[in-house]
């Protein structure tokens, strides 16, 4: 029934202009959820590297990352700053948007080039190079609300 | 100073023989993420096919899905049946292995299939099938300890 509803919607959507009204919690969700499948992805990847679990993932892992990570700049391109509650982003990242943006840039850049590497040569190739490619905390220090 | 751990243990792995040893905790924390993650890219998926936020991230969506989709079935080989806190997998997914890993790649190739269409022809042409697509509570009615 739920899957009914979201079809009729997504049929409704298709005839309609596609100029989406997105409301600050839906703004919110959204970058939300890809941020903690950067985090889940980056925890597998991690698990794999340290040789807690077999490698045979790696490269899905590494793509599927940075796929998450090329939705993150689209999903901070709406001015909505954090509630504490559901969004944890500080003024900052629109204040600031030429230092988040560029951040986040190059974290695409190295994840692109980490999933060649990944791709060419798997983990012979690019797990040596997963550590620097990673700098999730850069741009939490600088732009998330700290969890308390 | 955690990277570079990490750094050194993916050194470490490199030159040790590839048969890593995943204890139970591992496995249950590696399948965890995976479902967590197919669990968030379906609800942007979701979110993007009723008109929440813009679609242009829509064949990313579908791309991230499909990725952790097929990190799914591997997530579930080894035989540990979840401790109902970190683990939620029921004794049922080996005992039923043939109808929960039919279930696994009946879902992959969909997304597959959901994937060309996105690919082919963006949400205009695959926006349609995403309902069909899914079918998350087939599995989890069955094999999934249910959630308080």
Not at 15 to 34: C, G, I
Not at 91 to 111: I, M
Request: glycine share 6%; with cysteine.
């Amino acid at each position: 029934m739920n899957r009914l509803v979201k079809c009729g919607l997504a049929l409704a959507v298709l005839v309609a202009p596609v100029m989406a009204h997105a409301d600050d919690q839906d703004v919110m969700n959204y970058r939300k959820n890809v941020m903690k499948t950067m985090g889940e992805q980056n925890a597998l990847l991690q698990m794999v590297v340290a040789g807690k679990v077999p490698a045979d993932q790696f490269v899905s892992h590494v793509k599927a990352l940075h796929l998450a990570a090329t939705q993150a700049k689209k999903a901070f391109e709406p001015k909505v700053a954090g509630d504490g509650a559901t969004g944890s982003a500080k003024p900052e990242v629109w204040t600031a948007w030429a230092d988040f943006s560029k951040r986040l840039d190059d974290q695409v850049a190295k994840l692109a080039t980490l999933e060649k590497a990944a791709v060419d040569g798997g983990m012979a190739k690019a797990g040596p190079m997963v550590a620097t490619s990673l700098d999730c905390r850069g741009c939490h220090e600088n732009y998330r609300v700290p969890k308390k």
